[in-house]
Structure formats: C-alpha cells, structure tokens
C-alpha cells in the first residue's frame, strides 16, 4: 500500500473493499467526517503493500451511505415480500410493514444514520442525497396512482419525511425499548396520513408508497 497526496491505493475492484469500509464506519463514528483522515483508516484496517488503487475518505463516506442504502432497500423489500407471502393484502399494512423494517433497521445501524444526518459531510453529499430522495418522491406518487400536481407530490414528500425524519429519532434513542417506542409513534403518524390520501388518478387506481419494491421509505438517513 502506499500513500499519495492523501490518498491510498490498492488493486481491486472499483468498490471500496468491506475491510476498509468498516474500519471508515468506526472512525468517522469517533471523529465525525471532517475529522477522519484516511491513515487512521488505513491502520484500522490493517491494509498490507499487495492491494492499491487510489480512494479518499470523501469516497468511503459515500460508499458507506450507498451501502446502507441498499441494506434499507433489502430489508423493506424482504418485508413486504413477506407480508405477501402471509395474505396481507391491504396497501397500509403492506406500508407498514416496509415502515418498520426501515425503522428498525435506522436502529441496528444507528451509528450510520447519525453520522449521514449530521451535516458533517463531503462537498456535494447533500446534493446526492436530494438526487435519491426526489427519485423516491418520483416513484412514490406513481406508486399511489396519484397525478404529478404539486399538492400530490407535498402528501408524497411528508409521508416519506415522517419515515425519514423518525428514523433519525431512532437512531437518537437511549436504548432498544425507546427506539421501539419511537418506531410505534412514527408509524402512529404514518397511519394518519395514510387514512387522508388525496384522490388517485384515473391511471391504474390507488397504490401505497413503495409497495412494488419497499424501496422510498425514507429520506436517505
């Protein structure tokens, strides 16, 4: 391994390997972004002088936010998928049963959540972050079968802000007891809305938020 202008290098795959990565995830957990250098990293990870290719701690940051990402991804998917599989049917508690899984995985990774929704973070992550948010906001109001009217995307955009924004709470909570308190009020709130959708366009009828894939839960924290 050797050190270029602050940057490691290694020989692989494009992807940052899961060694390093984890190693990333416990430094930033200790000293935010902006105090993470990438040879506290590279000790961490134990990295010998066979593996390089140039990365820095911008791009460890970010690909620990895709990997998350896809975890939440996997996890509401798997839920609904299973929901299914059970006889529910019912596009709230099909939501609901994604919700969840989101939530509790925002706790099981907790120290992820409140390291990406801190603020402390590269140049530009904010703007990649809006990217994937609008991209669920997108797909949820076709989702619901809803028309693309400002006052459709607004109902879209606060449904998936309570699941975003509550996740946060969870990572937040002392222990496992409170975060499951915050998880039943968060999906409390969900249920409101859920209960005052605004009318589905002629287009296919009402669909819930993400019930295709369980994917759009959140706001990518």
């Not at 416990?26 to 290719?53: I, K, N, P, Q």
Request: aromatic share 8%.
């Amino acid at each position: 391994m050797t050190l270029r202008s602050g940057a490691v290098e290694w020989i692989g795959p494009v992807e940052a390997p899961h060694g390093l990565l984890e190693a990333a995830r416990r430094v930033f957990a200790e000293r935010g972004f902006s105090g993470s250098r990438l040879s506290d990293t590279v000790r961490r990870a134990d990295w010998g002088d066979s593996d390089c290719r140039p990365i820095r701690m911008d791009d460890l940051f970010v690909a620990l936010w895709a990997e998350h990402q896809a975890a939440h991804d996997a996890a509401t998917s798997r839920a609904v998928a299973q929901a299914r599989q059970l006889g529910v049917s019912d596009p709230g508690q099909l939501f609901e049963s994604g919700a969840r899984a989101y939530l509790e995985g925002a706790w099981q990774r907790r120290d992820l959540v409140l390291l990406f929704s801190s603020g402390d973070a590269p140049h530009g992550f904010a703007a990649i972050e809006r990217r994937r948010f609008c991209q669920w906001i997108r797909r949820n109001v076709q989702a619901f079968g809803l028309a693309d009217r400002p006052e459709d995307r607004l109902y879209v955009q606060a449904l998936t802000l309570v699941v975003g924004q509550g996740s946060c709470e969870v990572a937040a909570a002392g222990n496992f007891r409170q975060a499951g308190t915050v998880i039943d009020a968060v999906l409390g709130y969900a249920r409101v809305l859920l209960a005052d959708k605004p009318r589905a366009a002629n287009h296919g009828g009402c669909r819930y938020v993400g019930l295709r894939s369980g994917r759009g839960l959140g706001t990518g924290s």
